[in-house]
């Protein structure tokens, strides 16, 4: 499992009874997670479970809604000081904050591999040949792209970004974020579209990229209503990407949060598709998040990557 120690304002706390007790900054919330199928709270945090700020609580007729213990304000501002990265965090449906903590070890790992630490110009790829031609930035497209974790990670690395999401409230998100970041000016393009329509028309255009992220829903609908289920469309959009990476591409990153997909199941898809062609190495595990009262990560997902 891959996880990341050194958040400062973000912690989990604790896990229990089918939640997680978290600190977003100075407020401390609760939120439901199915993975915590124990009934046991610990250490010096058992106090905190009956304080916090907010709690998430699932409705019978399904959702949920969040139940303020106290005076919140609407939106408030954490840092990821390990990349120098901020994000805007807000209560918000289906239990939702504006980012997903445990990707921060995928932040570091897109980050790093786009600008080693020997690097001394973000703006020089170590190969010296960016998509874009000797010399250029790297040219990343992050798919399902959220609120711009990655993207952010991406752009602080000097890399040129296309960030794609079908909600065009999330992307207004995502620029807040970049805003947030010190990364207005940085050159990420955004596009509020079906994630399968853009490749295809990227295809057509001959566009070309060093690196793709993918953080694909179980379940999903594109911004004109077209369907998505991760089992029958994964590996066709797998297949599309194949054809828009550049002669020498870097690496391609899937996030899976789907119950029943091992990790596997995309590094296997990742081989069939990338390192039959390109070479490199395939690697598939759990990612996590540090939990402070066990000093034991907590399983949040799985990831499968393809480096060269």
Known sequence: MIYEKNWEDYALLDVSDGNRLERWGKYILIRPDP????????GNFNNLWGKADAIYKRSNSGGGFWDFKKKLPEKWIIKYQNLGLCFEISPMGFKHTGIFP????????????????????????????????????????????????ATVACAK???????????K???????????????????IRYIADDCVKFVAREIRRGKKYD???????????????????????????????????????????????TAGL??????????????????????SDEIGIFTESTKTPFPCGAFSRWVR
């Open 35 to 42: 993975q915590a199928i124990w009934s046991e709270k610990h």
């Open 157 to 167: 690395a000097g890399a040129n970004v296309c960030h794609v999401d079908a909600q």
């Open 211 to 257: 690196a793709v992220i993918l953080d694909p829903p179980s379940y999903g609908r594109g911004a004109g209503g077209e369907m998505w289920k991760i089992e029958d469309d994964l590996f066709e959009l797998l297949k599309m990407i194949r054809e828009i990476l550049s002669d020498n591409p870097l690496f391609v990153l899937v996030n899976l949060y």
């Open 102 to 149: 445990e990707q921060a070890a995928n932040w570091n790992f897109v980050h790093d591999i786009l600008v080693p630490p020997t690097s001394a110009a973000a703006a020089a790829p170590p190969s010296g040949k960016g998509a874009g031609g000797k010399n250029a930035p790297y040219e990343v497209l992050n798919l399902f792209a959220y609120t711009g974790g």
């Open 169 to 187: 409230n999330i992307i207004n998100m995502a620029k807040r974020n970049a805003e947030l970041s010190g990364l207005e000016s940085a050159n």
């Open 262 to 283: 091992a990790p596997s199941c995309a590094g296997y898809m990742l081989s069939l598709i990338f390192k039959s062609k390109f070479g490199g190495s395939v690697e």
